[in-house]
């Protein structure tokens, strides 16, 4: 009889070996704790293999649990791009657009209009979701051209702007009046609820995770009305908020935006030209091309 591993217990297993904590990991993939505890105990009775060292809350992986999440990790991407190939359509004088889902209204107001002005012969649909999301659909052939937050294993991306990330909060909030620092994540896979999830480990401060939203907008109206403190790009702050003095929380990261598409079977070059024109100049006319974000003007 064939032998399966289960998908939901392998996307719990990766939270887990991201977040490190039992009860970070419950508020992300919307289980309670012991249901968690329960999914990994069955996927190391499954596996016939200790997958974690615990330590009350928290969880270090052992050598077979390392071994398991570089698998895991490549079965839950090929499940995300065999559900994506069989919903696309064959590309035959039509473009299909990625955007990030937090940029969905940058994109509506000053991206798709400049397409539609220097693309008039192309039928343009428009994909939103989470970058990681956007770049197994372009390596599918579902999606041709996208928007994405940029990672070091993507080096031919075009940077379009880079910007800092810094934990912030209400003007109001207190930092002093919590044993557990409440804090907002981002409730998928996605690079900045990485960082903030690293930032928040390295830090060494108790937190536990009181709100989640696959939505940035979410996130920074959560910690704008002082119900908790979030990871944000330095665009998304107002003088609504507070930004924590770093010998607190900080991050190391910053968070750069690019273009992609599929490297190994490209689309021409006068098109991706086209299109890569019209986004930088939305961005030149846009907020991410002020003094506070970097102005990294990558010829094309």
């Not at 977040?19 to 309670?32: N, P, Q, R």
């Not at 994109?107 to 400049?114: H, K, V």
């Not at 903030?196 to 480990?201: A, D, I, K, P």
Request: proline share 4%; hydrophobic share 40%.
């Amino acid at each position: 009889m064939a032998d399966y591993l289960n998908l939901d217990y392998l996307h719990t297993f990766v939270v887990a070996a991201k977040t490190g904590k039992l009860t970070t990991t419950s508020d992300i993939v919307y289980l309670s704790h012991s249901a968690v505890s329960t999914q990994i105990k069955k996927l190391e009775h499954h596996v016939g293999a200790t997958l974690f060292i615990r330590n009350k809350d928290a969880l270090t992986l052992t050598k077979q649990g390392q071994t398991l999440l570089t698998y895991a990790n490549q079965l839950l991407n090929l499940n995300d791009t065999t559900l994506a190939k069989l919903k696309s359509d064959d590309w035959v004088g039509k473009l299909v657009i990625g955007v990030p889902t937090d940029y969905a209204a940058f994109y509506t107001q000053e991206i798709y209009p400049r397409l539609m002005q220097h693309l008039p012969d192309y039928t343009i649909s428009t994909v939103c979701s989470r970058s990681r999301v956007l770049r197994s659909q372009i390596e599918e052939g579902t999606v041709n051209f996208s928007i994405a937050a940029m990672e070091s294993q993507f080096p031919d991306d075009i940077e379009l702007w880079e910007e800092p990330l810094h934990w912030v909060c209400s003007k109001y909030f207190d930092l002093d009046a919590y044993d557990r620092l409440p804090v907002a994540l981002f409730s998928d896979n996605c690079v900045i609820n990485d960082y903030s999830l690293y930032s928040l480990r390295k830090s060494q401060q108790d937190f536990q995770v009181t709100f989640t939203s696959t939505m940035m907008d979410n996130v920074a109206a959560c910690a704008k009305a002082g119900l908790a403190v979030a990871l944000l790009p330095q665009s998304s702050i107002t003088d609504d908020y507070q930004i924590i003095p770093e010998d607190r929380l900080s991050c190391p990261f910053t968070l750069k935006i690019g273009c992609t598409w599929n490297h190994n079977k490209p689309i021409a070059t006068d098109l991706r030209k086209k299109l890569i024109d019209c986004v930088k100049d939305a961005v030149r006319s846009s907020i991410y091309n002020s003094d506070a974000v970097s102005d990294n003007d990558t010829p094309f």
